[in-house]
């Protein structure tokens, strides 16, 4: 699959979680379970997308 296109993927699933994220917290808090894993879910996607950056930054040098 083209990187343009996960990148894509990747930035939808992320703005995704932050609305869902953002939902259950004024539901439920921030500390309920299911904030706590949504939350867990958007960080390790976050620290990925920000690797892809950086490599690709590094293939443009």
């Excluded at 703005?15 to 921030?30: D, H, P, S, V």
């Excluded at 904030?35 to 996607?45: F, N």
Aim: charged share 35%; glycine share 2%; hydrophobic share 35%.
């Amino acid at each position: 699959m083209n990187n343009m296109y996960m990148n894509e993927d990747l930035q939808k699933r992320i703005e995704y979680l932050r609305k869902k994220m953002m939902q259950i917290a004024e539901n439920k808090g921030l500390t309920d379970t299911e904030s706590v894993k949504v939350s867990q879910e958007l960080d390790i996607l976050l620290n990925h997308y920000e690797k892809m950056k950086e490599q690709a930054n590094n293939k443009n040098m």
